[in-house]
């Protein structure tokens, strides 16, 4: 059982993930607020907008038009944040010297893509059903697959996912010619999370570098393998399993939690229960029971404050390029980061202190997963109608 | 000087104070944005508003009334994130336990003040000038020397400070009785960085651990010390002097940069040009240089996009309670985090990619100071008047 006592007092926690602390005030939640409000959600929208740059067949910004999709559609970002070709860059290395310790740079190429969820401009993850889902996963796990080293260790399993799970009819990207180190498939969603548009969609960011967090993570993990014989979420699994005080929700593959270290007020966790390596690795039905699962978060995401719940979400797997022993490292697990605290339209701010010194959360996150355990019903727009 | 090609191409960079690393995309800004926009400055503030509970002489949320100050005021704050007092937390420790390693937390107990930078709720410090700007360094000079610990190697230069500096005449406040290991000095200014009152205060959180960010950043000061035989900042300040690409401003004791490695827009960094471990280091002349830098940087925020700039600021320096090493270790700086990128209206966002990858930024530190650096003139408020 919790000691009690966390309920009350201050305390830090630390997160074995990322190896950092955080500060939990339980108490904190008490003060008024008269600072910024969050829009809540606006004017309804329509199924089909034929201005969004999403919906399908309109035209895009550089000219292309999206074809007649009916599930999910993925095409090579406008405006992407790396690009395949680019000048190349030597920086000068010399042993000596303050600035080739100082003034590193590494260049980076790579390719973003944004990949919708559904044809309907109105739509959200919420209010789609598992079995909707599901060709998101789908894509998500083609597209990783196509994407892969030809010398990856999960190259048998991204040959089964090529040849077993339906394609997209409505077409496919095709990979670069230059093999990339690491996908980031990501979703911000509302305009708190700086998502400037509601037609439900995500990104997915491949890059010629391992990415900061995902490499923590890595090398957390591979520690913690190490020295304790098992893998880390693993044992974290098993433990949240044993004190059910951070559960929101379970299936058989998969465990939601609040996890001990959340750092946003209803931050959660999507854990694989068994050693899920990558997409790639996910059987057909714990595709469906990873889309039941997603499903669970975002709608009751949205029932605790009856809103349009921002978050930002992502998943974190093996690399594209890696060897057996950091493959196995990796634990497939999707985190969401949500900004609101107390309603619809107060956040959470993560600033002054929290950039300076440590993030600091107003309630315990065994206060966050009993609540969001208790508002697993009906989607609430739907009881409304 | 600078790598040309940098200006081009997506790369990333090393940020040595933390050991982290984040995405640099330059050609970025040209994507179109039709996301949130942020409250340009409200109608005008009253010079004092009876319902603000920092201005002089109002009634505070806990009944306590505020004095009729003149410039600077600290109390406690009424809804702090830490206590002085609060119910003992003693976690098991079993070292084979998973729980131990996976679930661990420790108590934190401390004090935060709030502390005004003036009598007038419409004024900021980029509306103050330097002189008006001293006496909020003389009050964080005075509160840090009488915090420190008994045996604090730098407690001969903290008497001098609470001999010398001139004390605030609306009274200041009293250490607590036990003593605490780190004081952090922050202020969140504007909506967007969830400040609930534009009265032009700070805040000061003191605590009895050592948080994240300046323990990150005195374990990589202290490896390249052990490494290079000199202090990190001192090399950086040297390099950054010598290439000239990223200053800001500059006297005599302190240089201004948009760092290398900065990840929001105009992030920048003032670091002093010679070794001051803690505020208590400054001499006379150093607290008026450092109110001149303070008033540089304040000022061409608000210039470059002629509103009132919003952003959180902070001191790193020495601990409370700290060894010679690690008070050696330290070299006093000030970190701004402005989330403006292209007006007054729209900010960058780091979100999902920043948040489940790496931070990403759109326009070079070297544009940045290039733009900073020309919008030095006089404060765009007082050139409409
Ligand atoms: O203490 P304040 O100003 O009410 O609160 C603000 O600053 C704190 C410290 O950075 C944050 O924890 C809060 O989220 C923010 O709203
Ligand atoms: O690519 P978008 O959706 O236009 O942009 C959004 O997500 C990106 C990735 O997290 C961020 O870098 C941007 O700041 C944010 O506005």
Redo the contacts with the bound molecule.
Sequence with gaps: MLDKVLDDISHRRYNPLNGSWLLVSPHRTK?PWQ?QQEGASKTKLPEYDPECYLCPGNKRAQGDSNPHYKHTFAFVNDYSAVKEDQQEYHPEVSKDDAASLLLQAQPVTGRCYVLTFSAKHDTTLADMTAQEILPVIQTWSRIYASHLSPSHPLQAQAAQVLRDVPKNPDGEVEPPKKQLRYMQIFENKGAAMGCSNPHPHCQVWTTSELPQEPGTEMVQMSKYKQANGRHLLEDYVKLEMEKKERIVWQNDAFLIVCPWWAVWPFEVLVIAKRHVRALVDLADDERIQFADAIQEVTRRYDNLFETNFPYSSGLHQAPLDCTEEEADTCWFHMHFYPPLLRSATVR????????MAEP?R?ITPEQAAARLRDCGGELFRKSLQ
């Design positions: 003060r600072g959470k701010f993560l600033v002054g202190y929290e950039m600091q107003d």
